[in-house]
């Protein structure tokens, strides 16, 4: 399941009911401070029970509370919901078949917290589009017996293909009722909606996304979580992915225990009947699967008291382990909020730790939701995935998507800048990264210099430009500056072929939209064109990668260098015949070079 949106009624500072859309990948949440960006990743904490935020009396809205509200909300809506799931027994079911999903087809659920207490939610609830008739509506609360009793007195008890199976006696039973009329209902999901084995909220509970709130202004205590929490969302993960057999476990020993316990029960009989008939065994509580961890440094010190700014390397450190780790389709959804990541980090620090969470964002099963107010970060976040918080005339926070009005409000906000160099430019070519810059100025110079080409990019006025990837908000904010100042431009990307290319095409798609040309490379990445030869001689160790690997990775362990600095490491050392050499394709019969190619339609811009 992903998460879908997140809606706040009367809550903290927002009033009436808000909805804030999450995007599938990453969502940007900004705006100023104090209007309630804090607000949205706290309160999907209170809602997924994380244990870093606990609800409060103060989280009721105060002028709410003075007209009279009571109590306030947040629900979560969620899609990529499964096509099939156990409810009672081993039959499988649906959420739509059971009737569970909101008018918008999302499971949607709701917990209400009432304005004198602290703690855990007064209700949870879903909402849904419920049979109206009352009969109808409670056949989810009914156990087993009551059930058979219905459906006996509605004479389907033939059209029930197995009777031990609750939900075939509710399909038969829905079946005999001919249309059913629905209508939007808040099921109570905290005290009813139970089988004979087990609750039915618990097991749809098990299916939701596992969230992780990292905020921005911890204590420093032996038990600051900011140190810990990376490995300890590792534990939930690992938990989730072995639910399964988790759940077969607990069963076992759950077998094993009430076996003990009926025979102990047998034998107290023989003594003492009329004791033995009035005790019933049952476990009051499920097993606590628990993990505590920390990093201890040097003579037996936490990390965690070595200051914010190594806790929050630390943390830098874990999401690009994350990034990196392959993540199976069949774990649940993970959700990451990181409050302000430029905390306590050097700007260095700052790109690499949002480059991380833009690569794990494209992963499966994982969702990013970070706040900020640094420019250069905000540069870097997804056009779709901005939310831009702020204020009405009223006071009240409200949410705005991006559009080109809202975008536009955004960058002003943020004081987001386009890259620097447009005001010698005659051309723009947009790149990703400083390590294109070096790819294509270096080809360029030296194709020149070999005799391949006429000029330069440099000579023509062609300026590459760094945006951080097509579709952030700093490519907007440049593309906007380049259409104002009249600059023909361009965009130039890796093609990812062999790692996930579908993102370059839909950026493809954006910019052909514009009429603007689109390039990108014939091979994975630019560090595919690098020689192997010339490594060997420069660096002393043999590399083979091929044209669609990472091979930006085997060199980076194979030399020792950090991946993203092979590139500026080795591309200013190849010559004319090894760019040329290591760029030829084949066209019908005819080689051609491609990055000769690409320098000229590149130079084509200013003719």
Request: proline content about 4%; glycine content about 6%; overall charge negative.
């Amino acid at each position: 399941m992903r998460l879908k949106s997140v809606k706040l009624t009367h809550f903290r500072g927002y009033r009436t009911t808000t909805v804030i859309p999450i995007d599938e990948a990453m969502t940007g949440i900004v705006g100023r401070n104090d209007y309630g960006k804090s607000t949205i990743l706290e309160a999907l904490a209170i809602f997924f029970e994380s244990g870093d935020v606990k609800a409060d009396k103060s989280d009721m809205n105060c002028f709410s509370l003075a007209g009279g509200a009571e109590q306030f909300e947040i629900a979560c809506e969620f899609d990529g919901l499964p096509e099939a799931l156990v409810l009672d027994e081993n039959a499988e079911t649906s959420l739509a078949q059971e009737y569970l999903l909101n008018a918008e087809g999302a499971l949607e659920v709701v917990k209400t917290f009432k304005a004198s207490t602290t703690g855990k939610p007064e209700r949870t609830a879903i909402r849904c589009q419920h049979p109206a008739d009352e009969a109808l509506a409670g056949l989810l609360s009914l156990k087993m017996a009551d059930l058979k009793k219905l459906g006996v007195q509605l004479g389907v008890a033939e059209r029930v293909a197995d009777q031990r199976v609750a939900f075939q006696w509710r399909q038969a039973i829905r079946a005999a009722a001919g249309p059913i009329a629905c209508q939007e209902t808040l099921l109570d999901v905290s005290k009813g909606l139970s089988t004979d084995s087990k609750s039915i909220w618990e097991k749809i509970e098990a299916l939701l996304p596992t969230f992780a709130l990292f905020k921005a202004d911890r204590e420093s205590s032996d038990g600051d979580a900011e140190a810990k929490n990376p490995l300890q969302q590792a534990v939930k993960e690992a938990q989730a992915a072995l639910q399964d057999q988790i759940s077969a476990l607990e069963q076992q020993i759950e077998a094993s225990v009430l076996d003990v316990a009926a025979r102990t029960l047998d034998k107290l009989r023989e003594m003492a009947p009329e004791l033995a008939n009035e005790l019933t065994p049952r476990f009051k509580e499920k097993p606590k699967w628990s993990f505590s961890f920390t990093l201890d440094g040097e003579n037996g010190i936490p990390i965690n008291k070595r200051g914010s700014g190594v806790r929050r390397l630390i943390l830098l450190n874990f999401f690009r382990a994350e990034a990196e780790k392959a993540v199976a389709g069949s774990q649940r959804n993970v959700i990451y909020a990181i409050e302000e990541p430029e905390t306590s980090q050097h700007p260095n620090y700052q790109m690499m730790l949002m480059k991380a969470l833009l690569e794990l964002s494209n992963q499966p099963n994982r969702q990013i939701i970070v706040t900020t107010h640094v420019p250069a970060l905000a540069g870097l976040m997804p056009i779709e995935g901005i939310r831009y918080v702020t204020k009405g005339e009223n006071g009240i926070p409200f949410v705005k998507m991006p559009n080109k009005a809202v975008l536009k409000e955004a960058a002003e906000s943020l004081g987001v800048l386009p890259e620097t160099g447009m005001e010698r430019a005659k051309g723009v070519v947009l790149v990703e990264g400083k390590s294109d810059v070096t790819f294509l100025r270096h080809a360029s110079n030296t194709l020149k210099a070999g005799g391949h080409l006429e000029s330069s990019l440099e000579d023509a006025g062609i300026v590459p430009i760094l945006i951080g990837g097509c579709g952030s908000v700093k490519h907007w904010v440049t593309l906007n500056l380049a259409d104002d100042l009249g600059l023909p431009w361009c965009v130039f990307l890796d093609s990812d072929i062999g790692g996930r290319p579908e993102q370059n095409l839909k950026r493809k798609e954006e910019v052909e939209e514009k009429g603007r040309a689109f390039y990108s490379t014939r091979k994975r990445e630019i560090e595919n064109y690098l020689c192997p030869d010339m490594i060997e001689v420069q660096a002393g160790v043999s590399v083979n990668f091929t044209d669609t690997c990472d091979a930006k990775k085997i060199i980076g362990q194979a030399t020792r260098v950090k991946a993203d600095e092979v590139i500026d490491k080795f591309w200013p050392l190849m010559t004319a015949e090894q760019i040329l050499q290591r760029s030829m394709y084949q066209e019908g019969t005819e080689q051609r070079s491609e990055l000769k190619e690409l320098v000229e339609n590149l130079l084509a811009l200013v003719r």
